[in-house]
């Protein structure tokens, strides 16, 4: 059920990297945060205790798919996750890869910036998201494949 | 294993809530924000995709319990979920009721404050603690005692 008004109901949100039938998982271009993605359940449900518990699984699987991605091919220093929601009510995941030499570690991204991200160092994390995104699609298939035989 | 010079290795990290052998919950005193809860992972892994598939379900069951109490006894605006470790690499998740007269609110709780969180609002949040933390630690009982058996 869509919620009109929903920036999330009406639209991808950002870049597609994968879409299924429960969910999808974005790109976001945050300025100088080169690796910033969201996974975004399709249904408009305002928080995770809202899923049943195998949609809670298959949402956080994504998640880690996502992370797993990030983790391998853009080796960053953390990744953050956050379910915040505050300014728009429709369950989304921020998957972030953080670098020690980002705008703004190691504050949160939501905190004043600490510095301004070297140019060089973004493009080189960008310039990794091709094959990085075909990595996490790939994964995110094998989990939404299993999430429909099971 | 614990890691030496890591807090949550060295104590519990805030007022325990409830403790099992894979996990814990505390409450954090974040001035302004009276029900702001941490799930921590006890063993001293980094991220969330470091887990092994079960244990990953479990320590997400244990943040929907404690966001469920949240919702049902302090009827937030908001939860908001995040593991972020930039500062401590050891997985803990911020599990935060957020209401509409909070210090920040809709901002994340890491950016800067948007006005004074009014005393008596806080006050009556914090009054629902006792039964709100007593129907959480039943609800994470219950999931530990399933994690045992399964």
Redesign the interface.
Known sequence: MKQAGCPLCESAGGDLVFEDAAFRVIRTDEGGFPAFYRVVWNEHV????DLA?AD??LC??A??CV??AL?THAQP???????????V?HLHWHVIA?FEWDSH????V???ARREAPAAQVAHVAALRPLLQADMARQLCTLAAASHAG
């Not at 305002?46 to 205790?49: D, F, K, T």
């Open positions: 305002p928080e995770l205790s518990p809670r699984a956080m699987e998640v880690v992370e797993r983790r220093a953390r990744i953050n996750l956050a379910a915040l929601g505050n300014l009510p953080r570690f190691p504050a949160p939501w905190a004043p």
